[in-house]
């Protein structure tokens, strides 16, 4: 039987270092779909395209194209054939990756490929919207959320390890303005599907947030 593990919540609450060692230990294809908004975002600003401008943002959707590709058990983010895995990071494309996916015709474009991802395979998809609105059915939903002051200072940490010296402050102002978006798009927003089990993990660390999230999957598929 293939399982969709559905795991949705803020930015910087942890989905994607558990999604990824989650993907290994359980052998899932893990799909981070927050990249693929990501590379939308840096298209746009590759191309002098406003981000702000949904017309000129849906008028550019044709000549993008993203692939998620999987080297050494890795996933490669390919838009339109260079491997832009690295550059997406950058804090400029997450606020980029924020406003385009408001978007419906942006959000449109994406939901049949990763719908396709997760029917022949059992996936760890991540995003923000996959349990409400891209999984509904997902056999296992989980909801990760933590206190914005402890997403920032986690995020700021990572910042500051790939060399990319933001003020905290703006790390946190950041963190913010990407929960409010999220939170208040009319198009597919964050929140919480009915049957998703919450796990806060702001009093959490990496290790104790893994074994919750890996407990609460195990417990699902021995059902
Ligand atoms: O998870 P992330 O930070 O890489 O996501 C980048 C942006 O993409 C985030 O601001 C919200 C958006 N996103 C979304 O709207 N729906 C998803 N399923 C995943 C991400």
Redesign the pocket.
Known sequence: MNYRIAL?GP??AG??TIAKRLSAELGFVYV???????SI?LYCLQNGIDTSDKAAVTAALPQIDIQLKYVDGEQRVVLNGTDVSKEIRINEV?MA??KV??YKAV?AFLLDT?RNMAKTQSVIM?????GTV?LPDAEIKIFIVAAPEERAKRRYKELIERGQNVPFEEVLADIIQ?DY??ENRAE?P?RQAEDAIRLDTSLLDFEQSYNAVLEIAKKRMAE
């Open positions: 949705d930015s910087g989905k994607s981070d779909t927050g990249a693929m908004y990501r975002g997450s990756a924020s996916s408001a959000r990763q991540d995003g923000r919207d996959i891209v990407r978006n999220d597919a964050l």
